[in-house]
């Protein structure tokens, strides 16, 4: 059975950081370009980074380039998400999976940017 799973999302205060993580089972995430979307308070669900198979060519959108960035671990079977500088536009819950998103979305990991 294949599950997806997010994890380290938390409350932080603007300008602070987080790291996100997202692993698998029953899913060689290493195989598939994979992205972080989130879902703000009654928005629609946005992709905010991507990162590709083969040679890990990443993508952002400019509303979280410079502050975010993704990377992968391929012997853990996990792709994390680096927030930096994050600001309240960032609060959401954030979910990732394949591109385009093959698998049941997990329940995602809830990232709350106050002071």
């Known amino acids: 059975q294949v599950q997806l799973v997010e994890s380290g999302g938390g409350s932080v205060q603007p300008g602070g950081s987080l790291t996100l993580s997202c692993a698998s089972s029953g899913f060689t995430l290493a195989h598939y370009t994979v992205g972080w979307w989130r879902q703000a308070p009654g928005k629609e669900r946005e992709g905010v980074s991507c990162?590709?198979?083969?040679?890990?060519?990443?993508y952002y959108p400019d509303s979280v380039k410079t502050r975010f960035t993704v990377v992968r671990d391929a012997f853990k079977n996990s792709v994390y998400l680096h927030l930096n500088n994050v600001t309240s536009e960032d609060t959401g819950v954030y979910y990732c999976n394949s591109v385009p998103p093959r698998q049941s979305w997990g329940n995602g990991t809830l990232v709350t940017v106050s002071s």
């Open positions: 990162i590709s198979r083969g040679d890990d060519s990443t």
